[in-house]
């Protein structure tokens, strides 16, 4: 009887079913394409892929695959490369992403490129509907290469939690890394962005509607604009809220990708209208906050941005529900323009508009640009007085400074904002090179 009883005892862990390892390469592999893999392989399954070219646009849907990892065998994530060009998806339609992660907890992407698809190139997704329907939680995209995807480089959408670290990202039609539509958490867990490298991309971080977001330690550079984050009607769990942006290099980013030489050229049909006008991105910046309420801003290099290092406005005529108001967000200890070697046109521009914004410790060489408005009214110190003493409390601001703003993203065409850049020559900084895009636009 207790020899019995010991067998039964057992039985679960005996039949517990093993998560499996595969091999995914071109000749002498159980399988020759990752969709084939993921789609005879379940949770925390690991599919290894040898190097080599994969024409292909890999869906990974349902929490079934949760704990999946995808990755190339090589350190070197160039030798792995989805290639979107003439790619298919598994049901024979042009890919849109090289691989996009639908529901799946715990998805980890690592050491691999993915190039020129459709629309991005690594999607993590939490779909609202269906059996999976609800946020995504706890993906990984580290050592990855995203190049020419026309959207997004690495995109993650309603999720909960996540890394992106130790990748380069350029020449996307919109950012390199995005984070949006992060639902509010009581509790909240916070995503990570770390160690990454992001040029020549319309803009290197976007988040609409990203809450819990921390960004350090990268290198944005030669971008239209650095880092945005940013409130918009377009999706869901507004505003953009709660995030911290420290200890990266935020420079140089005056990509024109407006003009017609350029090999990236944006993916958005603008921002809104204005009248007959479109609204488009400024370029030109390190950081723009956009609507954003309580990010802090803290210790990070930002220099040779030929318009602003860093702009907090509101979005006054495009946001149905005035949910896109900047307040109650700290700059905190910045170094701004490489102590006037390598300056900023202007430091910091605020449009005037919100609460509580506040501006302490910053080493600032070409602080903000001439106002009518009170300068201690605008860029007050920590903690920042109520209003009118710190900005007009709602998303309406300066008419002034709305005017400045106004006449630079509506530029037309858009390609003359370059028109009211202050440029000059970059001092060498590391390894990077300025991007130069020509010929100039015709000025008026």
Same mark, same amino acid.
């Given at each position: ?241 709660? *995030?911290?942006?420290?200890? %990266?290099?935020?420079?140089? =980013?005056?990509?024109?990708? +407006?003009? #017609?030489? @350029?090999?990236?050229? !944006? ?84 449009? *005037?508009?919100?609460?509580? %914004?506040?501006?302490?410790? =910053?080493?600032?060489?070409? +602080?903000? #640009?001439? @106002?009518?408005?009170? !300068? ?69």
């Amino acid at each position: 009887m207790l020899a019995l009883i010991a067998l039964v005892a057992l039985a679960p862990a005996a039949s517990a079913k093993k998560a499996q390892t595969v091999e995914v390469c071109k000749h002498g592999c159980e399988y020759r394409t990752i969709q084939d893999a993921v789609d005879h392989t379940g949770k925390n399954a690991v599919i290894n892929v040898k190097p080599g070219t994969y024409r292909e646009g890999v869906i990974v849907e349902g929490k079934k695959h949760d704990g999946v990892t995808i990755q190339g065998t090589k350190k070197n994530a160039k030798k792995v490369v989805l290639q979107g060009k003439n790619a298919k998806d598994p049901d024979g339609q042009p890919a849109n992403n090289g691989i996009e992660f639908q529901g799946v907890d715990g998805a980890r992407v690592l050491n691999l490129t993915v190039a020129n698809y459709l629309a991005n190139g690594i999607h993590f997704v939490g779909p609202d509907e269906g059996k999976d329907a609800g946020p995504c939680k706890g993906y990984l995209a580290k050592n990855v290469i995203a190049s020419f995807n026309r959207s997004y480089g690495i995109f993650a959408f309603n999720c909960i939690g996540g890394r992106m670290t130790q990748s380069v990202g350029y020449g996307q039609g919109d950012s390199a890394y995005y984070v949006g539509a992060t639902p509010e958490q009581a509790k909240p867990v916070w995503t990570k962005l770390d160690h990454l490298e992001a040029y020549e991309n319309v803009l290197g971080y976007s988040g609409t509607n990203s809450k819990y977001v921390k960004i350090t330690k990268g290198d944005y550079y030669n971008n239209g604009a650095g880092v945005v984050p940013n409130t918009l009607d377009s999706e869901p769990y507004e505003p953009s809220a709660n *995030g911290i942006i420290q200890n %990266n290099n935020i420079f140089w =980013n005056n990509f024109n990708y +407006f003009l #017609p030489a @350029s090999r990236v050229h !944006t993916v958005s049909g603008g921002l809104g209208q204005l009248g007959d006008q479109t609204i488009n991105y400024p370029t030109g910046v390190g950081i723009v906050l956009l609507g954003s309420t309580g990010w802090k801003i803290q210790n990070n290099q930002i220099f040779g941005n030929f318009k602003w290092g860093v702009a907090a406005i509101s979005d006054a005529v495009g946001n149905e529900g005035h949910d896109a108001v900047s307040r109650d967000n700290q700059f905190l200890n910045n170094q701004m323009g490489r102590g006037g070697t390598d300056t900023n046109a202007v430091d910091f521009f605020v449009d *005037g508009s919100g609460s509580g %914004n506040c501006f302490q410790g =910053n080493d600032s060489s070409t +602080f903000a #640009p001439s @106002s009518s408005a009170s !300068t201690a009214s605008l860029y007050p110190g920590c903690p920042a007085p109520p209003p009118p003493a710190s900005g007009t409390g709602s998303d309406a601001g300066d008419p002034d400074l709305f005017g400045q703003l106004a006449g630079y993203v509506l530029s037309t065409p858009p390609e003359t904002q370059e028109c009211s850049w202050t440029k000059h020559d970059h001092p060498a900084f590391e390894k990077f090179k300025p991007l130069v895009v020509g010929p100039a636009p015709v000025c008026p």
